[in-house]
């Protein structure tokens, strides 16, 4: 049985911080689908469309018939352990830091044998789940779980490695001003994180849902606002080097397309909030937590971006807003280069339409603050990279990967 | 030898220099804090000082220090122009960059209003009240500012913007004083401490935002967000207030000084 993460002591400040480092990653195009599966929780290998041969690792022709016809797709993740080892030295300077290191050999029910990493509750002989993670430096890894959940499982240091799990750690949340916000204070209270620092922004205007915010265990408000860099400069300079997740609930949410927008006040306002924004979080925020990627068991993890599903393709009714969502996930993907080297995690959460004032004339489905909340906790906790929340999300989602001129055409109306 | 007699502008120059005038800055810091006026959030919005590095003696920019600021024409202490308002909008030489610059500096009324403002953040400005004030101090020139003691400008941000759930609640004047001032007494324009020149709960008033309505449709200023009024004689000061000269603008945060006396 995993042994209890226990609440990290304080750090012993004559000890110098280890430094982050991440196993070696380069993967080959094919072997790239295992992590856009990753990235998104899905567990697929390819599968021969002649000859429905399911294999690992990743080819170019089929073992069985040749065939080039091999996509990845869904398979059952259940198998037997058939054996195992503990690795006890490596050449690998991350491995080196962390054997014992156990791996092993999974028999999937589907078809393929699969070295990979072992979970501290599974043992030779036993029925596993496979479950697909990224691991440190992003890339596609294997780790054999339980059959069933055990408890504490999470806490199971070489599954810790690979997911961004809040328990312990310290999370800001940029805006708590807004119900995205609030809900997320409260998700991330509930699941175990040490501190919840609250961004507010004039301080003296006052907000609904103050109050609330304020009871919620452990919330720390914190001045904060994002379009400030001066505000901004100064909290890191506070906390930046205490803050292992950051969550970014920054918003600006206004209807209308480009054309129709008398001018580009608002246009200004919204780029100053979802670009340059996370641009002054990353300037700030960032370097700190990049540097405190291996630190320990509350070590810096990720970056969490909240995003329209139309930062994928633009929905004129809301097109400007549309437009600066994109802009901010084309910086979330810069940022998640520049955040690799420590090992610390972009999180790219997509949705549709929220129940929240700003999308009130507009028709559910609709994501509530507190389901989007809940799905930002629940893909940390799995160490997710791209999430989908909702059913907006997810149909834009399938219809951009089927054909993205006729998602274009679709969402003109 | 014998000294040249100076003129009187060289003359108050030397007693400015001397300390015989004192000079009082009306001015609050620009600063990214500074409460900003709030609208409806489906209207437009005045942005808030912002300050953006240059360059800080770094690769930037080696041996040099400074900044790009963004602000609203209507932020920290500012001027109104005339075509600020709709009733305003077609007098001549209503913008900044066209209004006469020797109306940049008038004497000035000072109304002191902040024991009454202490009790009563909704405190209203009347015409009784104005009369009184007279009765003790003299009567309010043509041309002359009036400006209004509240003591606002020494609250914290949250009591300064005075913010509740029905809007803000700082003190003002009622319509019936602004017209007064305007029509009775030809004034200059009208300053406050506070967000705006008008009162907190104005756009309840009829006409919505008289100080605005009455003051830039006769073609008269406001000053806001201002500070140190405690440090001005009822009468005898001197405003120095002159705004960017932003072309076409309706207004502009600026330096506001004023002359004393020196007791």
């Known amino acids: ?413 | 030898m014998a000294t040249t007699p100076a003129s009187d502008l060289l003359g108050m120059a030397q007693r400015v220099a001397s300390g015989a005038i004192k000079v009082v800055d009306l001015t609050q810091t620009l600063t990214q804090e500074f409460p900003t006026i709030v609208l409806p959030p489906e209207f437009g919005q005045a942005a808030p000082f912002r300050l953006e590095e240059i360059s800080r003696y770094d690769e930037r920019g080696p041996a040099w220090y400074w900044n790009n600021f963004s602000v609203s024409e209507h932020a920290g202490t500012h001027f109104d122009a005339p075509i600020h308002w709709i009733s305003g909008k077609d007098l001549p030489n209503n913008a900044v960059d066209t209004i006469d610059p020797r109306k940049f500096i008038a004497p000035a009324n000072v109304v002191d209003c902040s024991a009454e403002s202490a009790v009563n953040a909704d405190f209203e400005l009347t015409v009784p009240f104005l009369e009184a004030w007279e009765k003790k101090h003299g009567r309010i020139g043509a041309g002359e500012w009036v400006l209004l003691r509240t003591d606002w400008s020494k609250k914290s941000y949250a009591e300064y913007a005075g913010m509740r759930e029905d809007g803000a609640h700082t003190p003002g004047p009622v319509p019936e004083a602004v017209k007064w001032l305007v029509e009775e007494r030809d004034v200059h324009g009208f300053g406050t401490e506070t967000i705006g020149t008008d009162h907190g709960q104005g756009h309840h008033f009829n006409p919505p935002f008289p100080a605005h309505f009455y003051m830039h449709g006769k073609g008269r200023f406001g000053l806001q967000c201002l500070t140190n009024l405690d440090q001005l004689p009822p009468k005898g000061a001197v405003i120095f207030s002159a705004p960017l000269k932003i072309k076409n603008g309706s207004g502009s945060p600026l330096r506001v000084l004023a002359l004393v006396e020196a007791a």
Request: aromatic share 6%; net charge neutral.
């Open chain 1, 1 to 413: 049985m995993t042994e209890p993460l226990k609440r990290p002591r304080r750090k012993d400040p004559l000890k110098r911080t280890q430094q982050p480092l991440y196993p070696q990653s380069i993967r080959s195009r094919t072997a790239h689908g295992l992590t856009k599966a990753a990235a998104a929780g899905r567990f697929e290998l390819q599968t021969c469309d002649d000859c429905s041969t399911v294999f690992y690792p990743p080819r170019d022709a089929c073992p069985t018939c040749l065939s080039e016809r091999l996509p990845f797709k869904t398979v059952d993740n259940r198998g037997t352990l058939l054996a195992e080892t503990t690795i006890r030295t490596s050449t690998d300077p991350y491995f080196r830091e962390r054997t014992p290191w156990r791996v092993g050999l999974t028999k999937l029910d589907a078809g393929p044998v699969i070295l990979s990493h072992i979970h501290g509750d599974v043992l030779e002989g036993q029925r596993v789940r496979l479950d697909l993670k990224l691991d440190k430096g992003g890339a596609p890894v294997m780790i054999a779980l339980p059959e069933k959940d055990t408890p504490n499982m999470a806490d199971d240091p070489h599954l810790r490695e690979m997911t961004c799990d809040p328990k312990f750690r310290r999370v800001l949340i940029t805006d708590g001003r807004t119900p995205v916000g609030q809900a997320m204070a409260r998700a991330f209270s509930d699941a175990g994180c040490n501190i919840v620092f609250v961004g507010i922004a004039d301080p003296w205007k006052p907000f609904p849902g103050q109050d609330e915010l304020r009871k919620i265990e452990r919330v720390e408000i914190v001045p904060l606002d994002v379009t400030d860099s001066e505000s901004v400069t100064e909290q890191a300079e506070q906390n930046g080097g205490r803050i292992d997740i950051v969550v970014n609930t920054a918003e600006h949410i206004r209807a209308g397309g480009i054309m129709q927008r008398h001018g580009v006040t608002v246009a200004r306002e919204e780029m100053d909030v979802r670009y340059l924004g996370l641009m002054r979080l990353a300037q700030a925020f960032g370097p700190a937590m990049r540097g405190r990627g291996a630190d320990g068991v509350n070590s810096a993890t990720a970056f969490v971006n909240l995003l329209s599903v139309h930062a994928l393709m633009n929905w004129p009714q809301y097109g400007a807003y549309s437009a600066a969502e994109a802009a901010s996930l084309s910086a979330a993907q810069c940022l998640r280069a520049e955040l690799r080297s420590g090992g610390v995690r972009v999180m790219n959460v997509f949705f549709g339409p929220l129940d929240t004032e700003w999308f009130q004339i507009v028709p559910p489905p609709k994501v509530t603050p507190a389901a989007l909340a809940k799905a930002v906790v629940q893909a940390l906790q799995r160490g997710l990279e791209d999430v989908f929340v909702g059913d907006i999300a997810e149909d834009v989602r399938a219809r951009l990967a089927a054909n993205p001129k006729a998602l274009e055409r679709e969402l003109a109306g």
